[in-house]
């Protein structure tokens, strides 16, 4: 069993700056890699980025230069800096980690709201 945290979220106005936290607990030797998913009104959830039990990063498209990933494993607590931010990226975020010998689990957070709004 994981369970995971998102905190972080909030208001913020273009070109502002918010870093959102995923702790995580419960069975986190299990986790082989970390994701940071949005969803935004009526639009399907879409990876924004990962990183994996050896500290590989892949971010988006969307968000390369703005958003940067990380992990304190000291905390079990994956970080998502996000800076430039635009309207567009309004949304709520969540923390997903996959897990298991055989990466079989998912878990998920149950999200923190971001807007970004002038």
């Given amino acids: 069993q994981v369970q995971l945290a998102e905190s972080g979220g909030g ?4 070109g502002g700056s918010l870093r959102l936290s995923c702790a995580a607990s419960g069975s986190i030797f299990s986790i082989n ?8 009104p009526g639009k399907e959830r879409e990876l924004v980025a990962a990183i994996t039990r050896g500290g ?15 992990r304190d494993n000291a905390k079990n607590t994956v970080y998502l800096q996000m800076n430039s931010l635009k309207p567009e990226d309004t949304a709520v975020y969540y923390c997903n980690a ?6 079989q689990y ?5 999200g923190t709201q971001v807007t970004v709004s002038s």
Avoid: E
């Avoid at 971010?59 to 990933?69: C, E, L, N, P």
């Avoid at 998912?106 to 149950?110: I, N």
């Fill in 11 to 14: 208001l913020v106005q273009p």
């Fill in 33 to 40: 890699v970390m994701r940071w998913y949005c969803q935004a």
């Fill in 56 to 70: 590989m990063r892949s971010y988006a498209d969307s968000v390369k230069g703005r958003f940067t990933i990380s």
């Fill in 98 to 103: 996959r897990g298991g010998s055989g990466n």
């Fill in 106 to 110: 998912d878990y998920w957070g149950q």
